[in-house]
Structure formats: structure tokens, C-alpha cells
């Protein structure tokens, strides 16, 4: 079983790995950045709840597009599970903006 830390600091490279490969920077959710209105159009930010993460695409600073996977890692230590579901979670998020984004 992984720790916490262990288990976040694999969310983070899987996260980073899928960033390189999309060309994607993902960001840590700030609270304080988010009620400044500082996520503005095209960022996107991830959030770790214990057995969640959240992924977001940023639309403006108020307007964004969620979606969560459940984790598993720390009870199975499958990288490569983890990385698969939160490639999935990410998918999920690039085609609803390619949708939205193409209908403008």
C-alpha cells in the first residue's frame, strides 16, 4: 500500500507525463488564485481529494469544465493504472473543449 505522499507524488508525474505528451501544463488548484479570478481561458489545474482528483480546463476566471476520476493507487500501487485512468479523466475533459470551442 502507498503512503499519501507516495500516492500523490505518482498522481503528479502521471500527471506531468500526460502533460508532456498534450502539451498540457497542468497547475495544483489554488483557492486563493480562484477567488482572485486568476484562472483565466485555456489553464488547467488538477485537484487531489484523498481517493479523487479533479481535473479542470478553464474557460474564464468563473466558467470551467470538470471532471473527477477515483483513484485506486493507494491500495493496488498500479502506475500504470493510474496513469490510464487519469488519461481517461483528461480525454474526457479535451473533447467536451473541442466540442465547445468548436461551436463559437
Not at 46 to 68: C, G, L, M, T
Not at 89 to 96: E, G, K
Request: glycine share 4%.
Amino acid at each position: 500500500m502507498a503512503e499519501k505522499a507516495e500516492a500523490e507524488r505518482a498522481i503528479i508525474d502521471s500527471l506531468k507525463h500526460i502533460g508532456q505528451e498534450y502539451k498540457i501544463n497542468f497547475e495544483e488548484f489554488s483557492t486563493e488564485t480562484f477567488s482572485g479570478g486568476g484562472y483565466k481561458a485555456g489553464k488547467w489545474t488538477y485537484k487531489i481529494n484523498n481517493q479523487w482528483v479533479d481535473v479542470n480546463y478553464w474557460f474564464s476566471a468563473f466558467s470551467n469544465r470538470k471532471e473527477e476520476v477515483k483513484i485506486t493507487y493507494a491500495a493496488d500501487d498500479d502506475k500504470e493504472k493510474l496513469e490510464t485512468d487519469l488519461r481517461e479523466c483528461v480525454n474526457t475533459v479535451r473533447q467536451f473543449v473541442k466540442r465547445k470551442t468548436s461551436t463559437f
